[in-house]
């Protein structure tokens, strides 16, 4: 499974940039055998950060993932099950076109592809259409020359043959955003409004262990909705206090998120850290100051903004 993660965060995090916007969009990954606990070809449909439908080649009919889409009406779920099935001769179509292209006669290999469509809070439309191979990203749409690029030397024969007259894929997936994903967006945006626009405060704790002369500075935020948010160390009122990790947004079971951002300092008696989080269900953000004690082992924090229960499962 860890093989896939490169390609999937990468396309995950292009897609919702504004946090006031709303995204559709569809993950196909189909691989050479089954393996790493996937099936040979699935999709999974998103509106933001929300999993909403969910098809694979095991079942081979498109499922609802969230209570609201099972609003859509009967023709719906045939309709997108029979583009299903046919994406899925595509891709497996496409993998093997890869594979010979990379000179690949076996082994595991997989070919994805992320697509979809982003309704901005300012009324603009945009949409993404990208490739990969192997974790790879293969080749992407420019939605501002509507024109395949490729990203790797193996990718430029099919990128010219899509972007020339007799095909112009970039076209059609023009064509195909402005109408049909811009339709099935508003259509779940309000479906799933209540869903979608909830809000929910994340909970903060911080912590700080000393060894060797270094302390390390712990920032856990969770419970929190929706996905996007802003976390970091803060010494004495400026943000310059880099992390020595890339944090992760992770989810919980009961769909909020988590996320822990550390820093390594050596404090003065000075010195003062806090802990700064944005969040869109915040009226204005938190600053939680880390207070330190003699051994600088324990933590103070707001009671109005901690809480962390024994059984939490954290990062």
């Not at 059609?172 to 309000?190: A, D, S, V």
Request: aromatic share 12%.
């Amino acid at each position: 499974m860890k093989k896939m993660l490169p390609l999937i965060v990468l396309l995950f995090h292009l897609s919702v940039v504004y946090s006031n916007s709303y995204s559709l969009h569809y993950y196909f990954t189909t691989s050479s055998a089954p393996g790493y606990g996937l099936p040979e070809f699935s999709i999974v449909g998103y509106v933001n950060d929300r999993e909403i439908v969910y098809y694979s080649s095991d079942s081979g009919i498109l499922q609802p993932r969230v209570h609201w889409m099972k609003k859509a009406e009967p023709a719906y779920w045939q309709i997108e099950t029979k583009k299903s099935k046919n994406n899925e001769v595509v891709l497996r179509h496409n993998l093997q076109t890869a594979m010979s292209i990379f000179n690949h006669t076996g082994g595991f290999h997989y070919y994805q592809v992320m697509h979809g469509c982003e309704l901005r809070d300012d009324g603009t439309v945009t949409g993404f259409l990208r490739y990969g191979y192997d974790g790879r990203e293969f080749m992407f749409l420019d939605t501002q020359t509507w024109t395949l690029i490729p990203q790797m030397p193996q990718a430029e024969n099919i990128s010219r043959r899509a972007n020339s007259p007799d095909l112009l894929i970039g076209e059609i997936y023009r064509i195909y955003l402005e109408n049909e994903c811009i339709g099935l967006l508003k259509n779940h945006i309000e479906d799933g409004r209540e869903d979608l626009e909830r809000r929910v405060q994340p909970k903060v704790k911080v912590t700080g262990q000393e060894k060797s002369g270094m302390t390390t500075l712990h920032c856990l935020v969770y419970r929190f909705y929706p996905r996007q948010v802003e976390v970091k160390w803060m010494k004495n009122g400026v943000d310059d206090v880099p992390s020595y990790e890339f944090p992760q947004i992770l989810p919980n079971l009961d769909g909020t998120y988590q996320i822990k951002v550390s820093v390594e300092v050596i404090p003065k008696e000075e010195d003062s850290y806090s802990c700064y989080v944005d969040h869109s269900s915040l009226k204005e953000p938190l600053n939680i100051v880390w207070e330190r004690t003699d051994n600088h082992r324990t933590t103070n924090t707001p009671d109005t903004s901690v809480e962390f229960p024994n059984n939490e499962h954290t990062a």
